[in-house]
């Protein structure tokens, strides 16, 4: 249950979702998705209530990229990223070129350049991810929400996942809500961050304001060490386990 | 979508070719040039209606089980299995003994039967983390036998001169055609079909998840009830027309699967037509593998659909 | 527990087992006869049953063995009979104990008879055993046919002890026989159809004593040759038979010929016959009623509609 939860979010703005399990974070991004699941308060997209949208005009908005899951059909990878085109879509309609343009752009971004005619079960873990986010790049929605994107990626595609999401938001006016467990990768990426705390906003600001050592223990019960990145100049956060 | 067409047109073909074979062949040989006045009855009064009931019975059964399919997110999920025909087959029983005179009162309480069932499975099967095979066949069994069981309750107590016939019905019986029963099957498969086939986009999506396809613009609940309302006209008409043909809406969507891959814009409509050339097929081995006598339709595809459901069951896991 | 009260403790148990076992045995009911006077028969089946010399307690599980008991003047032995059993007036009012396929077992015991009398359809496997542990005997009833059933009412009269009622009975039902085979013409038999239920379409096969019947009273079913009693027919067969006669056995779903007769020469000469449905398929004595009256409709001056 989330109770006083109220911010503003804008373009070009990545934000940073962080908290223990539990807090209330996958609960917030339905909200915001149009989910209209229990709770009191509004949610506006450019001002209007979310509620007045039609949820095809939502989802040509907010794409959400979520834990990514097993689908016992078989599909394929180039199926999968275009049916984030449904939206954009007719009802029945087949999708036109521009369509599958942009779904194959969408898997090169994300180092997926041949895998179009793969089908979904034969990928690993980490390839599905990052077809999910494809698929959410395909949308062409300019707010993306992002539930723990990272989860099975290697280094080098985590770091390939932000530098994307970044750009976008730098160079075309997207924003985006990233639920994260990382604190490394908030400070470094995000513009703010919110710590969400028993459902409540517990701290919202940017990320050297919020990730203090005392917010830390009292959110996560660890302790931790602050210092800053030599090299990005960014804050950096020491976790101490005390054994 | 160049072999998409390729195989509608070969399917539809085959369907023209099944029809004209189910119409030449029977217990009674009559040649199509010269036919005697009592070739014409036979043709005309009783094999017509009879395979273009199958027809249409099959294309319903199809359609039904491939969009319940998307919609549970289970290749194994048929109306069959789920308990839906049951539901229909008791609907259709309650008509029979206490509306006897309401010609209507068949098809509108056994498309409500099915409705109820399809339903029941539904709330049943699904859970927090969502719905996997085991919680969905396991429903499907709890329904099925719940319901068997009240409709082997209701013909105890029935008359046992009416029981003989209504048993052979339950195994599915395409003998007691009529073209009203075709006209009536043939509207729902079209009905159903079309509708189905307009929310094949968004089924796509449910098929990946709920949450996938909320979250990509689907509207879910809609979609549900679309599915629930569609498959249970599709599965209740054909029922009342003639009892529980089994299996028809598991096998057939999955080998137009196996040909076609998981795109329901072309599935849907394909299982309508690979449908009706299943179940025109089986209707002729049971009406001349022990000519004169008949076997139930539902038999043969048991026969066939049972073993293939089994080896569709082990190649899941 | 100190050993020697366990031990106390499971000798009493042991004695409270036995004592209650004791009660139990000493409860079962007696069996209404004494071992003395048993006679071995064998049944229709061949199989061997003992028969108290004097019976004066059985049950009956099919209606028709309801009507031979009754025909071989032994109706006022019966004690049980199945809920089906409606003929004569006289078995109405016997206590009802199930039906040929589920008898009620429990009910059949409690009523302590002596002989239990089963027909072919019974499942006997199921009871056999309990009601040989009670001593009480089963004897299978089984008619061939028409012809048989006078013999099995003599036979029914020797073991029931009314041996004369039964032999008046039968030599009754013999003589009308003869007379129905004597009065009709077999030189030109007429084409016969007898349809059981309407749809789906069930006729009668050549394990069906119904065929044997039609033959009797002279005419012949057109579907004598197909396998199994009770077949459900293709309806183009059916439609390329044209029946002179169709017989209906007279039940809810059997009002009329099925749609395929409407140019059958049967319906178009309105040679349409409703018969009993108890008539004509129970094989008792009432099957000479039914012969009787399918001569008639082939080749008296009978009138479409119900015979009667």
Redesign the interface.
């Known amino acids: 249950m989330l109770r006083d939860v109220s911010f503003e979010m804008h373009a070009g703005e990545v934000i940073a979702l962080l908290g223990p399990n539990g807090a209330g974070k996958t609960t917030l991004i339905k909200a915001l998705n149009g989910a209209k699941e229990a709770f009191a308060g509004s949610v506006e997209l450019n001002s209007k209530p979310l509620a007045s949208f039609s949820r095809r005009e939502i989802s040509r908005r907010i794409a959400v990229v979520a834990q990514e899951n097993e689908t016992k059909f078989p599909v394929t990878v180039l199926d999968f990223v275009l049916s984030g085109r449904f939206a954009s879509g007719s009802a029945f309609g087949w999708e036109s070129a521009e369509d599958i343009n942009v779904a194959n752009k969408a898997l090169d971004e994300c180092d997926l350049a041949n895998f179009g005619t793969r089908l979904m079960n034969e990928l690993s873990g980490g390839e599905r991810q990052r077809v999910v986010l494809a698929r959410a790049i395909a949308t062409e929605a300019k707010i993306l929400m992002l539930d723990e994107p990272t989860a099975n990626l290697d280094l080098s595609h985590q770091g390939m996942m932000f530098r994307l999401i970044r750009e976008r938001c730098d160079a075309d006016g997207y924003a985006a809500v990233v639920i994260m467990h990382d604190l490394n990768l908030a400070s470094e990426f995000a513009d703010k961050v919110i710590l969400l705390h028993r459902g409540s906003i517990f701290a919202f600001g940017t990320p050297e304001n919020v990730l203090t050592e005392a917010n830390i223990e009292t959110v996560f019960g660890v302790r931790a060490l602050l210092d800053v990145n030599p090299v990005t100049e960014k804050a950096r956060i020491t976790t101490v386990f005390s054994c | 979508?160049k072999r998409a067409t390729l195989i509608f047109f070969s399917l539809a073909g085959l369907l023209a070719a099944a029809i004209a074979a189910a119409l030449l062949i029977?217990?009674?040989s009559i040649s199509p040039f010269g036919l005697t006045?009592?070739g014409r009855?036979?043709l005309f009064?009783?094999?017509m209606p009879r395979v273009f009931l199958g027809a249409c019975v099959g294309a319903s059964l199809a359609v039904a089980g491939a969009s319940l399919q998307?919609l549970l997110?289970?290749?194994l999920a048929e109306p069959y299995l789920l308990g839906v025909s049951n539901g229909a087959a008791l609907g259709t029983l309650l008509a029979f003994v206490f509306l006897e005179g309401y010609g209507f009162a068949r098809p509108i309480l056994s498309f409500a039967g099915a409705g109820i069932a399809t339903f029941a499975v539904y709330q049943m099967a699904r859970s927090r983390a969502g719905m996997n095979?085991e919680r969905l066949v396991l429903s499907g069994v709890i329904i099925t036998t719940f319901l068997s069981s009240i409709i082997v309750l209701l013909t105890s107590v029935l008359?046992a001169?009416?029981l003989?016939?209504y048993t052979?019905?339950l195994l599915g019986?395409l003998?007691?055609a009529t073209y009203d029963g075709f006209y009536l099957t043939l509207a729902a498969a079209t009905v159903g079909t079309i509708v189905l086939?307009?929310?094949?986009?968004?089924l796509?999506?449910m098929?990946?998840?709920e949450?996938?396809a909320?979250?990509?613009?689907?509207?879910v609940g809609r979609v549900r009830m679309i599915v629930f309302a569609m498959s249970s006209l599709l599965v209740g008409t054909a029922v009342a027309a003639s009892g529980s043909v089994g299996y028809v809406g598991l096998i057939v969507p999955h080998l137009v699967?196996l040909a076609i891959?998981?795109?329901n814009?072309l599935v849907v409509p394909m299982s309508a037509i690979a449908g009706a050339i299943f179940v025109v097929l089986a209707d002729t081995v049971a009406?001349t593998a022990i000519?004169?006598?008949?076997l139930p339709v539902g038999a043969i595809t048991a026969l066939i659909g049972a073993p293939l459901f089994i080896y569709l069951l082990r190649r899941?896991n | 527990m100190a050993y020697g009260n366990r031990k106390m403790y499971f000798a009493s148990l042991i004695l409270a087992l036995a004592a209650a076992m004791a009660v139990g045995a000493c409860s079962q009911p007696k069996s209404a006869v004494t071992e003395a006077n048993f006679v071995q028969v064998k049944d229709d089946l061949g199989r061997a049953v003992n028969v108290p010399g004097e019976v004066n307690r059985i049950v009956s599980l099919a209606p028709s063995i309801t009507e031979l008991v009754f025909a071989a003047g032994a109706g006022d032995k019966l004690v049980g009979v199945t809920s089906y059993c409606d003929f004569p007036a006289g078995a109405v009012s016997i206590r009802k104990v199930g039906d040929t396929q589920t008898p009620n077992v429990e009910a059949i015991v409690a009523l302590q008879p002596q002989l239990v009398l089963v027909s072919t359809a019974s499942q006997l496997e199921a009871f056999a055993e309990v009601l040989d542990r009670q001593k009480i005997g089963v004897y299978v009833v089984d008619v061939q046919g028409l012809e048989d059933v006078p013999k099995r009412i003599r036979k029914l009269g020797e073991i029931l002890g009314t041996k004369i009622e039964a032999d008046v009975a039968a030599g009754a039902l013999t003589r009308r026989i003869e007379v129905v085979g004597s009065s009709i013409r077999t030189d030109a038999p007429p084409k016969v159809f007898v349809q059981i239920s309407a749809e789906p379409l069930f006729t009668v096969g050549s394990g069906s004593f119904i065929t044997q019947l039609v033959r009797h009273a002279g005419g012949e079913s057109v579907t004598k040759d197909i396998a199994t009693g009770y077949p459900k027919l293709s309806k183009e067969t059916a439609a390329a038979m044209d029946p002179e006669v169709i017989v209906l056995s007279d039940s809810e779903d059997n009002r009329e010929p099925n749609e395929v007769f409407r140019n059958s020469p049967a319906v178009r000469n309105g040679r349409v016959y409703r018969i009993d449905a108890d008539i004509l398929s129970r094989p008792g004595p009432r099957l000479v009623d039914a012969v009787e009256k399918l001569a008639e409709a082939f080749h008296g001056k009978g009138e479409s509609g119900p015979v009667n």
């Open positions: 979508m029977g217990s009674e006045e009592q009855a036979i009064d009783i094999r998307a997110r289970n290749p095979v008359d001169a009416r003989r016939g052979f019905w019986d003998s007691q086939s307009s929310q094949a986009r968004a796509n999506l098929m990946v998840g949450r996938d909320f979250d990509f613009g689907v509207e699967r891959g998981s795109d814009r009406r000519a004169p006598r008949e899941a």
